[in-house]
């Protein structure tokens, strides 16, 4: 599944995960954005693991914001915007 969103403001934002057993699998989040230090990265796509597929935005960002340790600086993204990049892979809807 595929989902792209583009923050107001920012970057673009891309995620392609699969579902298992209602579960988010294999997220990668990529996109036109920067994160300090590099390997923030694997710890967003670790916090979206394993979610409900259906879990909303709120949720969704709210684990993302839980796994960034102190001191990562996002440019151009954020967790709110990550989960809707995650909602639309996950419905396939451009405007979820």
Known sequence: MHGEYKM????????D????????????VSGDF????DDALHAID???????ADADEQVLAAAVRAQLAPGVI???ISPEA???AVRRAVTGD???
């Open 34 to 37: 920067f994160l300090e230090p």
């Open 74 to 76: 996002m440019y151009g």
């Open 8 to 15: 107001p403001g920012g970057k673009l934002i891309v995620v």
């Open 46 to 52: 670790a916090a979206l693991e394993g979610h409900p």
């Open 82 to 84: 990550v989960a809707v």
């Open 94 to 96: 451009p405007a979820a």
């Open 17 to 28: 995960l699969a579902v298992r057993d209602g579960c988010l699998a294999e997220v990668q």
